[in-house]
Structures are given as structure tokens and as C-alpha cells.
């Protein structure tokens, strides 16, 4: 079997995600490490772009608390004083090698809305153009979810289809994912029988918030489109250009053969779910094992108030998540054509849509 890692060095477009401990431990010293290595990856006609956290590790220090706070407005305080002083840092690094960056500053519901989404891949697009380096963060300042989960792992990993890269690469302060001896595993074909058991909780380190499950869960997102994914040790200074020439290091999750396009990843992960429908184990069967559409037969109960084309969540009897789609018809009319048959959509509502509740091709499984 040939090494997955030789396949690295024809990517063309990287998506590099760099932790707080990173920056926080070296807040100048670290981006122009990274700046030195993107340097070196554009004249070789590779374009990247960066996920960075750390203002709000910047802004604890910038006013002089003691230790992260735990209450959601001390945080946006912190991230609204440390954006700044963030940018000014990977401003300096770029401007030694005379090249510009644009700050982009994104949430949840930037890529969620499909028309939002479509204009950040646009700006981007053109930043690449410009031959600037877009320097991504979650907006903390207004949006709460990052502050809580996923200390930007999440968004890299979304990133990733929103500019349509090759490859997303993680720093992060250790050598990879560890297996249950403590030694790195160099590969990860299979996430959830390999690197899932062994990546733990979730929890943050009292700098950053993310951790090893929100790397691998990160890793998950862009292998399900066919792109692999890199964790590897952000304190080597020669970390980029290593994994872009197929070194063995850090440790690689390579894609399997059940990926989706970039239409069902941005339904899939892209838009929070505002809605749930809870189907029986009928449905349940011909929508998992069949590949069939979601029928109003196979509803057994609708939460929430959404509309015709916004994403739900689908779940089996027993709570568990098994699918997102855009439902065809608002949270209302579903409450009422629940468990009928599709001939029975137009005498009940006076109209008929779709004579699915979901169809196929706006139906993910989980």
C-alpha cells in the first residue's frame, strides 16, 4: 500500500488552524514561525489560509486577569480588547515578508445561511487573488457558541469547504493523536474505531477551549469530502512545509470512500439545525438502509418553529440523531400531515409541496 502522506505535496489550497496555548506562549515568536512557512508554501504556488485563535488568551493577559473567565460577557470583553492586539501580531509577521493579510471574522450563522456562506467564499476567493493571507477567527465579540465548544476547530473544518481546500492541518501543542500506549499514531484510516476512543473529552486546558476530541471530530467534518486532515505539533518551526512534502509527522487522517459533496456538507454542518422531527423505525430503515426520502408517514413527532428549507434534525425513537435535511414544508403543516400518507398532503393542507416531508437530495446521514 503506497504512503497516503505522498499525495500532501500536490495540495494546492491549505487550511492551517493554530490553538491559543500556541499563541498565547509565544504571541509574536509563533505567527512568525508560521509567516516564514507560508512564505516558503506561496512560492511554491500553494495558498493558505488561516484559522487563528487567541484573542481572547490575549485579551485575559492584555487586562490583567488572572485566569480565563468562565462568564460569557468576560469573555467577549476579553476577545473584544485581544482581537486586536491578535491581528497586530500576524500583521507584523507577514509585513517581514512584505505580504499583506485581510481579517475575516466569522460565526456559525455566516455559514449557515447559504447566501452568506456563498459571499465569504467570495470574499475569500478574492483576498487569494490578491495575493493576501486571510487570517479567519470566530467573531467572539457577538457569537457565543466558539467561546463554549470547539475553540475553532469546528470552524476550520467548515472552512475548509467553504474555500474548497485540499487539506486542513491542525497545530496543536502536542505530536498528534496518542493511542492508548502514549506513542503517536502516525495514520488514521478508520476515526471512529481509532482515534475516537482515544481522543477523550472536550474540555479545554484553561487557555483555549477546544482539546483532542474537537481535533478529531474536526478531522471527521473534512474527510466526509474527501479531504484528509493533519494534527501535528505546532511548536515545530518547519511544521507546514513538512506535512506539504509527505514527512511522517503529526498524524494524518486520510478520507474514506463515503464522502459527500459540498452542497450535503454545508446541510450536514454547515447550518444549525433549528427544527427536530422524530421518525419511526420504518422510516427510520428506508431512510438509513434504503437510501429512500423522508415520507409525512414516517413522522412520529415535530419540535420547533422553522420554515419550508431550513435544516432539521432527524431523529430515531430512541433520541439519537440520524440524519439533517431541509425539510419541504414549515414546522406547522408537518405537525399536521404527520403519520398520512402523501395522497392525504392536499386535503389536508389545501396544497402539496413535495410528497416527501424531506427529499433524498436534501437529506444527509449522520
Known amino acids: 500500500m503506497s504512503d497516503p502522506r505522498t499525495a500532501l505535496t500536490a495540495c494546492k489550497r491549505v487550511v492551517v488552524k493554530i490553538g491559543s496555548r500556541l499563541l498565547a506562549e509565544s504571541p509574536a515568536g509563533r505567527p512568525a514561525a508560521i509567516a516564514d512557512q507560508i512564505t516558503a508554501l506561496r512560492a511554491r504556488d500553494v495558498e493558505v489560509i488561516v484559522v487563528s485563535s487567541g484573542a481572547i488568551a490575549l485579551g485575559v493577559r492584555?487586562?490583567?486577569?488572572?485566569?480565563?473567565?468562565?462568564?460569557?460577557?468576560q469573555l467577549q470583553a476579553a476577545a473584544a480588547v485581544g482581537q486586536s492586539r491578535l491581528m497586530q501580531q500576524w500583521h507584523h509577521a507577514f509585513a517581514a515578508h512584505d505580504r499583506v493579510i485581510g481579517q475575516v471574522l466569522l460565526t456559525h450563522d455566516d455559514l449557515g445561511d447559504r447566501r452568506r456562506f456563498l459571499s465569504a467564499r467570495l470574499t475569500l476567493r478574492a483576498l487569494l487573488d490578491a495575493g493576501a493571507v486571510p487570517i479567519i477567527n470566530e467573531n467572539d465579540t457577538v457569537a457565543s457558541e466558539e467561546i463554549k465548544f470547539g475553540d475553532n476547530d469546528q470552524l476550520a473544518a467548515l472552512v475548509v469547504n467553504l474555500v474548497s481546500a485540499d487539506l486542513l492541518i491542525i497545530l496543536t501543542d502536542v505530536e498528534g493523536v496518542r493511542g492508548a500506549d502514549g506513542i503517536r499514531m502516525p495514520i488514521v484510516r478508520d476515526i471512529e474505531r481509532e482515534a475516537a476512543p482515544v481522543a477523550g473529552g472536550s474540555k479545554g486546558d484553561g487557555v483555549g477551549s477546544g482539546g483532542m476530541a474537537s481535533k478529531v471530530g474536526s478531522a471527521r467534518i473534512?474527510?466526509?469530502?474527501?479531504?484528509?486532515?493533519?494534527?501535528?505539533?505546532?511548536?515545530?518551526?518547519?511544521?507546514?512545509?513538512?506535512?506539504?512534502?509527505?514527512?511522517?509527522?503529526?498524524?494524518?487522517?486520510v478520507p474514506g470512500t463515503d464522502t459527500l459533496s459540498s452542497r450535503k456538507h454545508w446541510i450536514a454542518y454547515g447550518a444549525k439545525p433549528v427544527g427536530k422531527i422524530t421518525i419511526d423505525d420504518g422510516a427510520r430503515r428506508a431512510v438509513l438502509e434504503q437510501g429512500k426520502s423522508l415520507l409525512p408517514r414516517g413522522i412520529t413527532a415535530v419540535e420547533g418553529a422553522f420554515g419550508p428549507g431550513e435544516t432539521v434534525s432527524v431523529v430515531a425513537g430512541d433520541g439519537t440523531e440520524v440524519a439533517r435535511g431541509l425539510t419541504a414544508y414549515d414546522a406547522d403543516d408537518l405537525r399536521k400531515i404527520r403519520g398520512l400518507h402523501s395522497g392525504d398532503i392536499v386535503a389536508t393542507l389545501g396544497y402539496k409541496s413535495l410528497d416527501e416531508a424531506i427529499h433524498r437530495d436534501d437529506l444527509v446521514i449522520l
Open 62 to 73: 492584555a487586562l490583567g486577569l488572572g485566569a480565563r473567565p468562565t462568564e460569557l460577557p
Open 222 to 253: 473534512v474527510t466526509r469530502t474527501g479531504i484528509p486532515a493533519v494534527v501535528g505539533p505546532g511548536r515545530s518551526p518547519t511544521i507546514l512545509t513538512d506535512v506539504l512534502d509527505g514527512a511522517d509527522v503529526g498524524t494524518l487522517f
